[in-house]
């Protein structure tokens, strides 16, 4: 029976090739977006779950009364380890794991990302598996260093690494003493060396917030348990001095400042305080269910619109003595063999697809190879029976319930039934095209809109380079700023700890006293030049000159917003101060215009720009910035490198301009914006294929019609108007449909910026106007197609 079925599924199949083919193709493109955005979803849920022990691991941060700190302090690992009942280990490491740091062993040098010191507990609270070396207690030692397995090969080629010394920075080294395993997963940690500080004494103090911190419970128990343990620890300890109150009094209050514990399974994904890739992917997950759902009802409809054809088989079989069920399991079969077969043909697509989507969203997604495959096959199988059952449910419904007397007549009508619902599935699938389309007006829109926005500075030939040591940003500063003056084309050097455009820009604040008021205000160290630098606007006062006020912290400059926040009338005579350090006053010396260096997402900071660090605050980081005046860049970029290899032997410069970097800000936003398009014109492609298919049969099976109506005087526009009027008023219903919900979704999304384009009628009428234009075009060939027939042709058997 089943091999009959087979038979006659193929031999239907092979007789409608056009349909088929419409149906397999529309159906695999849906499954292959989906598949690619469930592959994205299922990799980025893995994040750290590559060892059940991580389900014990939390983040420690703190919360101020306006700013989240994801930086600690240094002794607080300890702190909690001696006093929480909960916590079975904690470490602190540095937050240097995204920098690329030199590391030399003999004659080679490579620069690696993924370093980073940490104290001797890191393997207690971090379960890597060590695969060579000290299993036990591979950090024991003061100048200890474990290594990737890659790492190892990178540095050390087949030779064993255990007991070689590796030098950092070019300033001191470490003995190897481990190397383990990196993780099958992906991390939030992602680290190819752990090595011990020779500074970790020196820096174990609390003025230094300059760590991550992460404790490992002993059992495992919820975020909120132990935060609740830990933040009671750390009021008593370090603010209950300062508040005057119980723990339970400051609770009661209202404050939210202390700390709070972010589990490490939900620091990629789910953080408490910050932003994640979530909201991207669910967007995308969106996307591609309503892409799938669009392929899914173009199958049904094109069903249910060739059904007729089969309506003698049903009467045929039904008088042979075939049940309504029988018949319904052989058409759910058959729909299920071309659901099969679309999805071999979209695994085929995905193979071609996965490169392109690795590419730009930096990721190495696969089918095979990963940690998931079986959840992936387990959930491929439940989204293939959905597709089945939402492609095939209703078409195998209707075609085994056609009446056997009156198809045997040669009454195929089947009343508005199916017409209803075939007309129903039009407009929904043309609601989630135009959807798409006024989606992808959107997007773009916005990113043109980012592109045009006034940055207030100017990133034009300006050359950012991130020198490797501390020496060379702070006391050697200003001799390596006057050797890159004596290049010729070189017209500014200046520096600064926040460069704008950076990905990872620091977004803390600090506390600044005026006029015996505290206000929480973002802290930048930079040099003389460098406001003339990036061309920023001075409103009020002056810029920053060689006095000795300005070049030892005695003067500060404030931006628009900052000014706005304190209160500050004019520049000159206005004193501020650090909170903790108020016996040196600043003057505020001048107001510049503000300027964005985070890109649109978030507000303008108000931030304090002073000159060195006498004034109880240390700063560093940042990057050197070089203004060039030459039209042809190409010299005096060559003229830099060769010149840093003075400034850093030994080390190569690592240089980029500064307006590509602050596009980097844009990169997320320029892969939704190819994604939403790429998805956009696949929707509208999959209903146009579907109308233009539908439109063939339907006109096909009133070509006699069209031929009588011709001969009693019908020219091309009034035939064009009897065909295409019902499908043109259902996709104009579909539209009005779809802006609203359009509308709504931009609002939402648009939300995310802090800039922002104005939404207005024009961007939704326009994409209406091409979806109509486009489904008007489609039926019109058919339309005119049939209008041009011979007459004597299509009459002759009357």
């Known amino acids: 029976m089943i091999k009959n079925y087979l038979k006659t599924a193929w031999r239907n ?29 299922n990799h980025e849920l893995s994040y750290d779950r590559w060892n059940p022990e991580l389900g014990k691991v939390y983040k420690v941060s703190l919360r101020g009364e306006e700013d989240i700190f994801n930086a600690t302090q240094a002794p607080l690992a300890a702190l909690l380890r001696d006093n929480a009942s909960q916590v079975e280990a904690a470490t602190s490491i540095s937050l240097g794991a995204r920098a690329e740091i030199p590391l030399s062993f003999a004659e080679k040098t490579v620069t690696q990302t993924g370093i980073i010191s940490a104290d001797s507990l890191f393997f207690k609270v971090f379960p890597y598996r060590i695969v060579a070396g000290d299993a036990l207690n591979p950090l024991n030692k003061p100048n200890a260093m474990v290594i990737s397995e890659g790492m190892a090969t990178k540095l050390f080629g087949s030779e064993n690494p255990i007991g070689k010394m590796v030098k950092v920075y070019n300033a001191y080294e470490c003995e190897v003493t481990a190397v383990m395993e990196r993780p099958e997963g992906p991390t939030h940690l992602d680290i190819e060396v752990v090595h011990r500080s020779p500074n970790e004494k020196n820096n174990y103090h609390w003025g230094n917030w300059s760590y991550h911190t992460y404790a490992k419970t002993k059992d495992h128990i919820s975020g909120n348990v132990l935060e ?46 910050r932003s994640s890739n979530m909201a991207t992917v669910s967007v995308l997950l969106v996307l591609a269910t309503l892409l799938l759902f669009a392929g899914a009802i173009n199958f049904s409809n094109l069903s249910i619109a060739s059904s007729l054809r089969r309506a003698k088989e049903v009467g045929v079989k039904k008088v042979l003595g075939s049940s309504r069920a029988r018949l319904f399991w052989q058409f759910m079969g058959e729909i299920a063999f071309q659901c099969v077969i679309a999805l071999a043909v979209s695994i085929l697509l995905l193979n071609v697809a996965l490169p392109y989507f690795n590419r730009e969203f930096q990721v190495t997604l696969s089918i095979f190879g990963t940690g998931i495959f079986w959840r992936l096959v387990t959930q491929v199988a439940l989204c293939l029976l959905l597709v089945i059952a939402l492609s095939g449910l209703y078409p195998a419904v209707f075609l085994s319930r056609y009446n056997t007397a009156k198809v045997l007549k040669g009454d195929y009508s089947t009343g508005k039934r199916g017409v209803t619902l075939r007309n129903g599935l039009i407009v929904v699938q043309f609601v989630v095209a135009s959807f798409f389309i006024m989606g992808v007006v959107v997007v773009n829109s916005q990113l043109n809109y980012m592109q045009r926005f006034d940055k207030g500075f100017s990133g034009e030939q300006v050359v950012q380079i991130r020198p490797f040591m501390m020496d060379t940003r702070e006391k050697n ?28 820009s620091d977004t803390s604040t600090m506390t600044f006293k005026y006029q015996d008021k505290n206000y929480r205000i973002g802290s930048v160290k930079v040099s003389k030049d460098y406001f003339e630098t990036l061309g920023i606007q001075l409103i009020d006062g002056r810029l920053f000159n060689d006095s000795h006020t300005d070049q030892h912290t005695r003067s500060a400059i404030v931006n628009e917003t900052a000014a706005k926040k304190m209160g500050l009338q004019n520049a000159g005579g206005a004193f501020i101060t650090y909170a903790n350090c108020d016996s040196i006053p600043m003057e505020v010396v001048g107001v510049v215009k503000d300027f964005n260096v985070l890109g649109l997402e978030q507000q303008i900071q108000p931030a304090v720009f002073t000159i060195g660090n006498e004034a109880c605050v240390f700063q560093s980081g940042g990057a050197l910035l070089v203004k060039l005046a ?42 939704l914006q190819r994604i939403v398009t790429f998805f956009g014109f696949t929707a509208i492609t999959i209903a146009i294929i579907g109308l233009f298919a539908l439109t063939a049969f339907l006109v096909g099976r009133r070509t006699k019609e069209i031929s009588i109506r011709k001969v009693l005087g019908a020219g091309v526009a009034d035939l064009g108007m009897s065909l295409g009027k019902d499908f043109i008023r259902l996709i104009a219903a579909a539209v009005v449909i779809a802006i609203p919900i359009g509308w709504w979704a931009a609002h939402e999304w648009l939300q995310g910026f802090a800039y922002r384009m104005t ?24 339309t005119l197609k049939a209008a041009r027939a011979n007459i004597a042709d299509n009459l002759r058997d009357e």
């Open 759 to 782: 939404l207005n009628g024009w961007l939704f009428a326009s994409a209406a106007c091409a979806v109509l234009a486009v489904a008007a075009l489609t039926v019109g060939i058919h």
């Open 630 to 671: 030459s039209d042809d860049v190409r010299q005096p970029v060559a003229a830099i490198e060769e010149r840093w290899k003075t400034v850093e032997p030994g080390f190569g410069i690592r240089l980029s301009f500064l307006d590509e970097n602050f596009q980097q800000l844009f990169a997320s936003h320029r892969r």
């Open 228 to 273: 609740s343990a830990i933040d009671r620890i750390y009021y008593e300890d370090r603010l209950r001095k300062d508040k005057g109150r119980s723990y339970a009094e400051f609770r009661e209050s209202g404050s939210q400042e202390g700390l709070f514990v972010d589990a490490v399974h939900d620091i990629h994904n789910f953080p408490k305080h």
């Open 477 to 504: 500063f200003d001799a390596v700023r006057n050797r890159l003056l004596e290049i010729p084309g070189v017209q500014y050097v200046s520096k600064t700890t926040k460069v704008p455009g950076d990905v990872f």
């Open 13 to 41: 199949l092979w007789k409608n090739k056009t349909y088929t083919s419409i149906n397999v193709l529309g159906l695999s493109i849906g499954l292959t977006s989906f598949l690619v955005i469930l592959l994205y979803l």
